[in-house]
């Protein structure tokens, strides 16, 4: 039953069925392992006389004084008391003439059950907006409040939770017997975490769960990681020697220890997994380069994959520059390509013909075949999955580097990355400046965009970025298109601008492509552009809403000007600026470490937001918070590498092997 459509929950038709997968719940196992969001407290319904200011409570009691007034166009003000000893208001909008409809549904009503958060008022204690009922609620105890879409309401949620929860029979304990006893039992922790029985019983119902998720991706991250004997590498010989003369400038120190690691790492035959973390610009590319001529020289083959078809085009023109003088033969893979192009490269890297092949997922597919591959470089690994990575590693037996432009904290990089060797490049080289940061009100927009154009001028080029946090979201999108449109023939229609977000599919491409080439002054962009993109004529950035990133994501962005020889500026735009956002927009002003942003940003934002950690974190939790449950994490990080030493490919765990199955790494 858990694994059929969620078509079998008592009415769930098709319409519902969709909504629901909107939700992305298709099984009736997904609606089980959706969890609610909140909860509301019915635990105790108090008289008017008990209330503590401070607390969300359910009160009841007769409904006295009861009067409506508007207030402004459209708006009404209702006021009441319970028992004479609440205070309660309403804001309704409301525009006809009469009373409102909850002024009505309140006259007839006696007394009332009110729900909400109470406060110290003038003379009697107060709820400001709460929910009203006329009859007592149904739900006693903790009620669920799930996530919704249209066409669904809470109830039902509950109650197809309520009908899942008949299989629950279905549904085995997970955890190793040995842990079982530190939390509570996987089916109770289910039935608890929808309705709870007090909050005790919740936090011990979520404590399971979430060291279950991150039990599960440590499994999945480690499994098999280092079981099999690597490949040992060649000494540095001729080839090396040359690629690091030709070097057009002198390394910093932190790139002469990256790469004194990466020598090491790939020389032993314990196989190479190494995580460098840099930000943008402060030279990890020199590392996979030279990780790849080590590989060539000593016969093997390597793969770097990157996110994007426009980072795979960039990266493989500038491998050409730096390798094929070297002899080593560089070639592109990417699903734009023609199938006859494809195949072409496929059999060539099955021959040993192509020394360093640069793509994207394309170069996971199980047609890839390569003849020795020696070397997998993953460039910016947050976009991948593990999963994927596993992939690439099948396709041989590969040493790993993982190239991360997200610095995160290093406690946190540690856990999340689980068995990944660190390293941190921190100094930029000698010639980059940091980016002049301002922070602009928002009167002087205009004056920004003036700018802008003076710069245009001068033949160099801009970026402006709109935030969209979710790029799925609809509306979000629409409205954000739409002031990019503005910004286009409003206040830059002196410019040759172009405009690209995250829904456009290929079409992106082109424009970024003519961007690159000089064909467009000014690049109105979402947040897309913030990965890896190079234009070195660009110096100045725009980035709207500024207060609506994160810190680190700021950082990451203002690193695409100021590449080239001119000094790069950005504006931040900030049109809602609490003192909070204030502060938070000041570091990223002051500061051009990605390190320390990084860690500001996690202090600031506080749990679960920190921008790149959340962003990848996101599609393997639904219920663990990053930086609430570190513990849980460190603990179930152990607890998997432990298992895993003594059982490396779970075979006395069946159980928690197919469970393992389903988790979406
Ligand atoms: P990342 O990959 O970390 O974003 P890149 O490797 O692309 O950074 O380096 C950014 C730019 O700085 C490139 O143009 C590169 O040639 C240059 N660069 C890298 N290392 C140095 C160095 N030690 N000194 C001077 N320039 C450097
Ligand atoms: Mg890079």
Known sequence: MLNRPVTSLPGVGVKKAQALKGLGLQTVRDVLFSFPRTYKDFQAVLEPEEVQPGAVQLVHGPLLQLRERPISQGRRLIQATLGGQLGLTWFVHHRAPGPSFLYRKLQRAREVWVYGL??????????????????????????????????????????????????????????????????????????????????????????????????LFHLGLQRGQRQREGIAHQKDGELVARFLQQLPFELTADQKAALGQVARDMEEPRPMRRLVQGEVGSGKTIVAEYGAVKAVASGGQVAMMVPTEVLALQMVERLRRSLEPLGIRVELLIGAMKGKEQEQVRVALARGEIDVVVGTHALITDKVEYKNLTLAIVDEQHRFGVRQRAALLGKGNPDLLVMSATPIPRSLALTMYGDLDITEIRQLPAHRQPVDTRLIHPDRRADVYRYVLSRVKKGEQAYVVFPLVEESEHVDLKAAVQEMEELQRGLLSQARVGLIHGQMGRAKEEVFQAFARGELDVLIATTVVEVGMNVPNATVMVIENAERFGLAQLHQLRGRVGRGKKPGICFLLAYNLSPQSRARLEVVRRSNDGFFIAEQDLLLRGPGDLLGVRQWGQPYFRLADLTRDKDLLQQAAEAAKALLSRDPHLEGYPELAAELDQYPL
């Open 118 to 215: 109470v406060k110290e008022g003038t003379l009697f204690p107060e709820m400001t907006s709460p929910e009203v009922y006329t009859r007592p609620p149904e739900h006693r105890g903790l009620m669920p409040i799930y996530p919704l879409a249209a066409g669904i309401t809470n109830n039902q949620r509950v109650n197809w939770v309520r009908a899942a929860l008949r299989h629950l029979g279905e549904l085995k304990e997970c955890l190793p017997p040995e842990l079982v006893g530190r939390y509570l039992e996987r089916r109770e922790a289910l039935r608890q975490i929808h309705f709870p029985s007090d909050w005790a019983s919740y936090h011990r119902a979520r404590e399971r769960l979430v060291f279950e998720e991150f039990f």
